[in-house]
């Protein structure tokens, strides 16, 4: 399978995690050993978001806060590359052209944000496009998608199964509730599903449930 790998700086980077960034990295390995075609991207976290407030204020507009984010995002990129060594791209991709490419030549890849104006998802999903991957996994610091938002409702139940569809009703309902928007970026969802692709939300903090999801079993939230 060729899959893409979204790791939330909310999971790796918040604060940053190195027994986690370790099991990523040797997690990236098998899933090469076992055949499958992999391609990771990875966000900045809170250090993303530090400098934002720093490039803020220093009165800097809101392309050079996105870049020096980005930048932040690349730095993780390559802390992962470099402890890939052989088995990883020989620098992180810039664009998701160099990450194809990097791809054919049967490396696994990891990169950071692309450039202002998206998310880290929305890179996720433009890569998930262009190299036609089969399955787009997000690691993130929730068990998937709820009904409603788990951080005000004790009652919110976790769906295991949505199509697109239905996840585009869950924004347009959520659209007061921050939690359920941000578990990941409509953006990302709408070229998703305009492309197909289909995804698989998990508990990132467990590295196994990547695992799982890619293996077909039940875990976190699966929307196609
Ligand atoms: P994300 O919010 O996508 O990264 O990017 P994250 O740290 O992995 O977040 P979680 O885990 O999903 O919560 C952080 C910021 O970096 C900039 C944006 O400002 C974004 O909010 N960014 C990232 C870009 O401008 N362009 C990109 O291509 C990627």
């Known amino acids: ?25 040797t997690l990236l390995k098998d899933l090469k050993r076992h055949g499958h075609e992999v391609a990771a991207v990875v966000g900045g976290g809170i250090l993303a978001r530090e400098f934002i407030a720093i490039a803020k204020s220093l009165s800097l507009n809101e392309n050079a806060q996105d870049d020096v984010a980005i930048s932040v995002s690349r730095i993780f ?59 787009l996994v997000k690691a993130t610091n929730q068990e998937g998608v709820y ?9 919110a139940v976790k769906l295991d199964h949505l199509s697109f569809n239905a996840l585009t009703d869950v924004f347009a309902e959520g659209k007061h509730k921050a ?36 293996k077909g079993e039940q875990v976190g939230t699966v929307i196609d």
């Open 147 to 155: 009904n409603k938002d788990p951080k005000k409702y004790a009652d």
């Open 1 to 25: 399978m060729r899959i893409v790998l979204r790791i939330g700086g909310s999971v790796i980077a918040s604060p940053i995690n190195i027994d986690l960034i370790k099991q990523y990295a």
């Open 179 to 214: 939690g359920i928007k941000q578990i990941i970026d409509p953006e990302a969802v709408k070229l998703l599903k305009r492309k197909r692709v289909k995804m698989i939300i998990v508990n990132g903090f467990k590295p196994e449930n990547v695992l799982a999801a890619v």
């Open 77 to 135: 990129a390559q802390l992962f590359l470099e402890k890939l060594g052989e088995a990883g791209c020989e620098s992180v991709p810039l664009t998701v052209e160099d990450a194809a490419k990097c791809l054919q030549k049967e490396k696994i890849v990891v990169m950071g944000g692309l450039k202002p104006g998206m998310t880290t998802d929305t890179v996720a999903a433009l890569l998930a496009d262009k190299v036609n991957a089969d399955l």
